[in-house]
Structures are given as C-alpha cells and as structure tokens.
C-alpha cells in the first residue's frame, strides 16, 4: 500500500489538525495532551486497567480516558490518549466504552475500521504535518532524522517512522518484523517494489541477523535488493539501504529500506 | 529601532496618511508611505504575523486554563478509587446503571456484559463514570 489514504484517514487527520489550530500549537511543547483532553472535556486518569491498554467511557458529552499504568514506555502512553481522544472527537460507535488493546495502537498498520482510523488521528496531532514534513526532507534515509523527530515530539520510534516515511521525499519504507517475517510494510512516496506480508526473513538482510541472537549494526548498510524486495523487474537495482533496529522487549525488528536515486 | 517603536511609526505614518487619503489613489498613499521610509508590503507582512503569533498565544491560553482546573479538580477526585473499591459486585452494579439512567443521551447507548465484569472492572468503570460525570456537571455550573 503506498501513502495515499483512504477518506476516513484524511478526515481523521483534518480534525487533529483542527485542534492543533484551535489550541495555537506552533512547536512540538505545545502539544498538551492533557490540557486539550480537559478542554474539550474529557479527563485522563493513568490506572491499572486489566487486559487492555486504554478505555474510553463516555459521559453525554464528556468521557474519561483511562491509561493502562502498566505500559512502561511514557510514548506509547501518549499515542494511547491521544488515539483515545481520537474516538472522542469522530464520535465513533454508540457504545459509552471503548476498550483498545495494544495490539490496535502499536501493531497500528495491521488494526482495523476505526481503530486504525483513530490511529491516523493521533498520529496527525501527536507528529502534526506543518511541523513534521520539513524534518523528513533528509539526502540520507536511515534512523537518525526519525530518532531526533521521536525525542522532540515524546512519540515512539515506530510511530515516528510511519510518519517520516509518509512525508519524505525520498524512495523508502518501513518494515516491522517479528518471528523472523515481515509483519506489516509502510510504503513512502513512489516506492514501487512489492514486499510480501509474512515471508520469512532472508538470510541476507540485517534484520534477520536479529532473530539468530546477534547484534545490529548501528549503522545503515548496503543489502542485496532482492533479499528484501519481491518484484520481478528490479531491473539495474542491486542493492538497497537497509538500516534495521531491534526491540530485544517485543522481540521485533523496524527496518527502513531506501533506494537510492 | 525596537519591534514597538518600528511599528507605532509605521502605524503614526498609516494614520497620517490615510487621515488626509480621501482624495488620493491607493497608488498615491503608498508612494506617500514609502516616502516617509515605510516598506508597506513587508510591514504589513511583520503585522499580520505578529497578530498571527498573538493569536495563538491567545488560544494557547486555554490550556492554560485547563491545566489549572485539571490539577484542581485531580486533587479532589483521588478519592474516587478507593470509595469505590470496597464495594460489593450488586452495589457497584446499581450505582453503574444509576448513572447510566441519568445519562443525557442514554438511549442511543449500549453497555454489554456489564454483569460478566470483575469487581475491578466494574470499580474502574464506575470511577471513570462518576469523572466524566463531574466534569459535565462542572461545565454546566461554568455555564450557568
């Protein structure tokens, strides 16, 4: 799937980018998720929360959002409001309460209906376009612009990277592997080449390095371009950039894939 | 040339011109302007992004707001929790459906399994409820 998305997404993010104009946000320490959460008349309350990583209940026109203190990581605890606060504003479903586990948040590409459309939400009010999309516009593809925009906007590394690759000029993607296979794949501008959901990890990438028990290099490395892409016609393409980094907690792997002009 | 003083001489300059500007062209009081050493175009460029700026400066000021009432009202709510969690299955199962009865637009809402919950559950529910439900009682004592 390349980044042009569908209605509801874009719907989505025009009310985010509603609200970051109607709170006068113009840097990234404007973005006060609480503070905009109890304007708009919803409280936030970080509490245990069994079997779920947020909730959502409704009252009329207000609602609690309740945080699981369970999540360790103050990032994916932001992305959870600030999706929750995303089935607030589009009013989705009749039901007073919204239980979303974690698996619709952080796998976010592979959620479903409203779930990922909540995602597109947060991911437009936590990383708001007018303040992102400048950053992306890097010569080299690799972690080190994503990792810079994650620490100054307090949002996670996968986030981030989706949001990068959607905004940069360049040809790239992103990849999330567990179990040795590709878990879900976030193509950026004219990237054309097809990679296949769930094949198994070639032995030439980086990121397969990971699941033997080895380290990553730090550093993006050249790779045989078919040990990642599944095209046919590569034609003259040999090689692309792979710059792969492994999460030992979730065991799983990000990659981004560059080809370079 | 401090920011203020720049444009309160060109603001003084506008005045002056269009005081006297009835009979002249647009072409006329801007020739008018420049000879008094004012680059229109980029001054009123500086002036509309200031009043841009303080704009939202202005509406940040609604957080600002809410940050104060939030952190007033977390005080007074921290005791929910614990009201809440002695309470037996039936009672916290009342209280739930009390409030949902109360609810503004309760008959377009569903709430399934309520029964099936845990004690915990249903205390949390009850809790977010009862916030959620300050909130809107709050609100509607601001607006009073």
């Known amino acids: 799937m390349t980044n042009e998305l569908p209605y509801d997404f874009m719907k989505a993010e025009k009310s985010a980018a509603e609200l970051l104009r109607k709170y006068g946000v113009e840097t990234p320490e404007h973005i006060r998720l609480e503070d905009m959460a109890y304007d708009l008349g919803v409280r936030i309350v970080e509490a245990p929360l069994k079997g779920a990583a947020a909730r959502l209940l409704r009252y009329g026109k207000n609602a ?10 103050s990032t994916r605890r932001r992305f959870s409001v600030a999706h929750e606060l995303g089935h607030f504003m589009l009013y989705h479903g009749h039901s007073i309460e919204f239980v979303c586990s974690d698996f619709d948040m952080h796998d976010w590409y592979q959620a479903k209906g409203n ?3 909540a995602n597109a939400f947060a991911g437009e009010l ?4 007018f303040l992102v999309e400048k950053r992306c516009d890097v010569k080299e593809v690799n972690f080190e612009p994503v990792k810079a925009i994650a620490d100054e906007f307090q949002t996670s590394l996968t986030a981030t990277a989706i949001r990068f690759i959607r905004f940069c000029p360049e040809m790239c993607a992103v990849l999330f592997s567990m179990d040795s296979k590709v878990k879900w794949v976030y193509k950026g ?39 990642w892409l599944d095209s046919d016609r590569l034609g ?16 799983a792997v990000l990659t981004l894939i560059w080809i370079r002009p | 040339m401090s920011e203020e003083k720049r444009y309160l001489e060109m603001l003084d300059a506008l005045t002056e011109s269009l005081g006297s500007s009835e009979d002249q062209s647009l072409e006329e009081v801007t020739e008018e302007l420049i000879a008094e050493g004012i680059d229109v175009d980029a001054s009123i460029s500086r002036l509309m992004q200031t009043v841009g700026k303080c704009t939202k400066a202005a509406r940040r000021q609604a957080l600002d707001r809410a940050r104060e009432e939030r952190l007033r009202t977390e005080q007074r709510s921290s005791a929910l929790a614990i009201e809440f969690a002695n309470l037996s299955k039936a009672r916290l199962l009342k209280m739930i459906r009390e409030i ?3 609810m503004p637009d309760a008959l377009s809402l569903s709430f399934r399994d309520l029964e099936s919950k845990s004690d915990e559950d ?19 004592s601001h607006d009073e």
Do not use: C
């Open chain 1, 126 to 129: 936590l990383l708001p376009r």
């Open chain 2, 100 to 102: 949902m009865s109360a």
């Open chain 1, 115 to 117: 779930e990922r459309i």
């Open chain 1, 64 to 73: 609690t959002i309740r945080v699981s203190n369970a999540e360790r990581y």
């Open chain 2, 122 to 140: 249903l205390a949390s529910i009850l809790e977010d409820l009862e916030l959620a439900k300050q909130l809107a009682v709050e609100e509607q």
């Open chain 1, 189 to 227: 501008n004219d990237f054309w080449p097809y990679i296949r959901i769930g094949k198994s990890l070639d032995k030439r990438t980086l990121a397969y390095f990971f699941f033997q028990g080895k380290t990553l290099p730090n550093d993006p490395e050249d790779v045989d371009a078919e040990a």
């Open chain 1, 236 to 251: 003259d393409l040999e090689e692309v950039v792979e710059h792969s980094i492994g999460f030992s907690r979730l065991g």
